[in-house]
């Protein structure tokens, strides 16, 4: 039975995606909340749904969380 890896990726750029989806998380809230005060309730739900599908989206393909990127970066500092 195959087993699912995470992708091998340098940690800086693991840090960048961890602080890339959590400010697209973040914007999408903000654009949610103040969709209906600008007049585009509806076009303001699409764009919400879209970011957190794509930051979702990131999430599971790097298989990991930000505490298991920096336990692994202590990890490799400890080796050296």
């Not at 995470?6 to 989806?21: C, E, F, N, Y």
Request: net charge positive; charged share 20%; proline share 4%.
């Amino acid at each position: 039975m195959a087993s699912i890896q995470p992708v091998k990726t340098p940690i800086s750029v693991q840090r960048k995606l961890s602080i890339a989806v959590g400010l697209l998380s973040f914007a999408a809230f903000v654009i949610q909340g103040l969709g209906e005060t600008w007049g585009f309730p509806e076009v303001a739900k699409q764009i919400t749904q879209t970011a957190l599908l794509f930051g979702a989206g990131i999430n599971l393909y790097f298989l990991g969380s930000t505490t298991q990127k920096i336990s692994e970066e202590n990890k490799d500092e400890k080796d050296k």
